[in-house]
């Protein structure tokens, strides 16, 4: 069995300040997916990264998925309110279907 | 239009009635999932459907019952459900789970209530 595991499992941080949130896990994924999830909505998908060592940039979020491709990380940049939700990371392995890890609620206060 | 439609979006439900919740992809996928979120509990994966072949189904209870009658469109059955079904129930699609980079693009959730 494929297991993700999310850390901090919860964040909250002031605006205009950096955080890291990480993904780990003991398998090797073929790709990795961030999503971020408001509440009462579904998952919106962020990133996919694929390469071991990959780092991918959306604006003020930077990803990384680890050389060896068992683990990633997510850091965002003077974070803003509106980065408030829950981060989910998703590594497509052997199995045919998705690992989820268990989520990091992350609250940005203004 | 999102490219991922479920419906409805809120159901409250007697543990006695029998409701289904209906999801529709405008994406082109082959792949369909059920998901399960409780509070503060990680994506539960309940059924997926590839090629419209039911190729999971991960010890759900026999109340909850799957439905695929093409690539597009998924059902999810209820009947006699109990109190700790109530959760936010998550459709998602995506091309063939077998290729290496498999991308879930998700719905926007029904919440249920069973009471």
């Known amino acids: 069995t494929q297991l993700l595991e999310q850390s901090p499992q919860f964040l909250s941080i002031q605006e205009g300040e950096n955080l890291t949130v990480y993904c780990n896990s003991s398998?090797?994924?073929?790709?990795l997916q961030w999503y971020r999830q408001e509440p009462g909505e579904g998952p919106v998908l962020l990133v996919t990264?694929?390469?071991?060592?990959e780092v991918k940039k959306l604006k003020r979020l930077t990803f990384q998925f680890g050389d060896a491709r068992k683990d990633s990380s997510l850091h965002i940049t003077a974070a803003q309110p509106g980065d408030t939700g829950l981060y989910l990371c998703a590594g497509a392995g052997s199995a045919r279907q998705l690992t989820f890890g268990s989520g990091t609620q992350l609250t940005v206060l203004p | 239009e999102t490219g991922v439609t479920q419906t409805p979006r809120h159901l409250v439900m007697g543990m006695t009635n029998k409701k289904s919740l209906k999801c529709e992809q405008h994406?082109?996928?082959?792949?369909m999932y059920w998901y399960k979120q409780s509070a503060k509990k990680p994506l539960e994966l309940m059924f997926v459907y590839s090629l419209e072949e039911r190729v999971e189904n991960n010890s759900v209870p026999s109340r909850f019952s799957p439905e695929c009658p093409n690539s597009s469109h998924l059902f999810l059955h209820l009947h006699t459900l109990q109190p700790e079904d109530s959760a936010l129930y998550l459709c998602a699609s995506s091309h063939d789970p077998g290729v290496t980079r498999t991308e879930a693009f998700f719905g926007q959730g029904t919440r249920l209530t069973v009471v």
């Open positions: 994406l082109g996928h082959n792949a």
């Open positions: 398998s090797v994924f073929s790709s």
């Open positions: 990264v694929v390469t071991g060592g």
